[in-house]
């Protein structure tokens, strides 16, 4: 099956600094990837869709000036939390999606974010 | 909009049982896709399957069976002689024809196996 990769899979930073997630795919080309975020006990929440080449598209509420998302070429996106804070900590999935419409999203491992 | 209820919050079952997982969707598209995906406790999705509106057949895949049916919007999930490896969180999810691939998830069913 595809695979998707993720980078950190943990990390810690201090509030106030920024950290970079990365997401690939290891063996397809995705011109369309997701970032979600999944806090401790609930479900998976969109925060936005990352198209390459263009400017990612922001769910209502999740601030585009906070949560910066560069898709640069098609086998990665990025996710960067910009002036962390302590409520930023949480668990955020990329996934990446390959085929037509309806087609499968592969999900990455996942990055366990912790502020302090 | 779309919507997903897996009303089960949480299951608890012996080892051998069979076990049963709701998925309820509303959508207005004609042509859109279910998923069901396991999140063990390392925390990556597991891709289980994937249906499409306009085939209701029944799935078996080992252990695993999948129910669909249109007239209830109903995807439910079954586990044959559940065991502990199959604890986990289990997610149903739905995207449409025109949601951009937009996956709506349910709020998840976490699943306990005890042996």
């Known amino acids: 099956g595809a695979v998707v990769s993720q980078h950190p899979s943990r990390v810690i930073c201090k509030s106030g600094t920024s950290v970079k997630i990365e997401c690939r795919s290891l063996?397809?080309?995705?011109?369309?990837m997701f970032w979600y975020r999944q806090f401790p006990k609930q479900s998976l929440m969109l925060m936005a869709t990352s198209n390459e080449g263009s400017k990612a598209t922001y769910e209502q509420g999740v601030e585009k000036d906070k949560f910066l998302i560069n898709h640069a070429s098609l086998t990665l996106s990025t996710l960067t939390v910009t002036s962390a804070h302590p409520e930023d900590s949480s668990f955020y999935i990329c996934?990446?999606?390959?085929?037509?419409?309806?087609?499968?999203?592969?999900f990455g491992p996942g990055t366990r974010l912790t502020v302090t | 909009a779309q919507k997903v209820t897996q009303a089960q919050t949480e299951i608890s079952v012996v080892e051998k049982e069979d076990v049963t997982l709701d998925c309820v969707y509303e959508?207005?598209?004609?042509?859109?896709?279910l998923f069901w995906y396991k999140q063990p406790p390392s925390g990556e999705l597991v891709f289980l399957i994937r249906?499409?509106?306009?085939?209701?057949q029944n799935e078996i895949s080992g252990r695993y069976s999948w129910n669909f049916q249109k007239s209830t919007s109903s995807f439910n999930f079954t586990i044959t002689a559940s065991q502990v490896v199959d604890s986990a969180v289990y997610f149903c999810a739905l995207v449409g024809g025109g949601s951009n691939y937009k996956l709506t998830f349910g709020k998840g069913t976490l699943l306990t196996v005890n042996p």
């Open positions: 249906r499409n509106s306009f085939d209701e």
């Open positions: 959508t207005r598209d004609t042509t859109y896709y």
């Open positions: 063996d397809f080309q995705a011109t369309t």
């Open positions: 996934s990446a999606l390959r085929g037509p419409s309806g087609g499968e999203q592969y």
